[in-house]
């Protein structure tokens, strides 16, 4: 595909992510161009010299054209971004979460569907190969039906570095811990989270969010699924390395369960196993997938694969409002010792 024939995409938000991630997937892209860049820092604008760049993306939508947009701002700007480009007729590419709050997610959804416009979140994790094979399994019914899904998801982040403060305060360990969450609902075609129970940990940390979460919940098709995430998982213990981690994912149904294992997940049933890689990938090689489905799904192209991978607004709002629930109850239980 030459770049003529390639659609416009505009980026705003030029941090580390937006830099280093963003940017060069679009690059990658086979469907999409990045036509112009914006973002309030002029020290990052000057990272593209070569492309039109803006310091607000109102000033970008006053002089380019662009068929869309990708938010990879800090979550707290999503919605007045996202909003804007709606209205001015953009489809819009957002990064997780959709928003701060599910006042926002549900905002912005109402202004997608006002506009007539395609709004999407980057949950790009439900384009790794090994987390479709999941879902497929599932829908063939090689459970039998699902009961019960176990997600853990334990990582050290170092308390010193700025980020971590940031992102805890906003979203505890949910974070990153939101992908799992979305997980959950993809591998299960959408059920909505019905009952949520949460617990938080704080240690001795200072700050708004538990940086440690345990969560009961319960699908409206009757799954349980119980979560373990943590932004602390033996932070203090130096002779672990930083971003040390510990992660597991069991699914148990009526006739078999699904399991990881080292390098690959497992089904198990009473007449079958079957075993499929788990690769390993960053955000810049999966990035790619989604915006190339997204725009062959702009095209009326449709796959059942990619269609059912793309996560809408509406898959957005879901994910926002557990995360603000969950955020909640941790913060009304949190213990208090002298």
Not at 33 to 40: G, I, K, M, T, Y
Not at 86 to 102: D, N, R, S, W, Y
Not at 210 to 228: C, K, Q, Y
Not at 280 to 290: A, L
């Amino acid at each position: 595909m030459t770049t003529s024939s390639k659609k416009r995409l505009a980026l705003v938000g030029l941090g580390t992510h937006g830099r280093h991630a963003v940017a060069p997937a679009i690059e990658q892209s086979t469907e999409w161009e990045l036509c112009a860049v914006a973002d309030a820092n002029p020290e990052h604008l000057a990272h593209f010299p070569h492309l039109p760049a803006y310091p607000s993306l109102e000033e970008l939508l006053a002089r380019e054209t662009p068929d869309a947009l990708y938010i990879a701002t800090l979550p707290g700007s999503h919605c007045a971004l996202a909003i804007t480009a709606l209205k001015a007729g953009l489809h819009v590419i957002c990064e997780k979460p959709m928003g701060a709050t599910a006042e926002e997610t549900a905002a912005m959804l109402a202004a997608a569907r006002a506009a007539g416009r395609e709004l999407i979140v980057m949950f790009e994790n439900r384009f790794k190969p090994h987390y479709q094979q999941i879902r497929d399994w599932i829908r063939e019914g090689a459970l039998g039906r699902v009961e019960a899904i176990h997600l853990q998801s334990l990582g050290k982040h170092p308390t010193t570095q700025p980020r971590r403060t940031h992102l805890v305060n906003a979203a505890g360990s949910l974070d990153c811990g939101i992908h799992m969450l979305d997980l959950a609902r993809y591998w299960n075609d959408g059920a909505q989270w019905e009952t949520i129970h949460a617990l938080g940990a704080w240690f001795d940390e200072e700050v708004a969010n538990a940086p440690h979460l345990g969560i009961l919940a319960r699908l409206d098709n009757g799954v349980m699924v119980t979560f373990e995430d943590s932004f602390s998982f033996g932070y203090r213990v130096e002779s672990l390395p930083n971003h040390f981690g510990r992660n597991g994912l069991a699914i148990t149904g009526t006739h078999g369960v699904i399991l990881d294992e080292p390098d690959s997940v497992t089904l198990i049933s009473a007449d079958r196993r079957e075993s499929v890689p788990m690769e390993i990938t960053h955000h810049k090689d999966e990035i790619p997938k989604v915006i190339d489905a997204f725009a062959r799904h702009l095209r009326g192209e449709s796959d059942p694969v990619s269609d059912a991978s793309l996560a809408s607004a509406e898959d957005g709002h879901e994910a926002q409002r557990i995360v603000d629930e969950v955020l909640r109850q941790a913060r009304e239980t949190r213990p208090r010792f002298a």
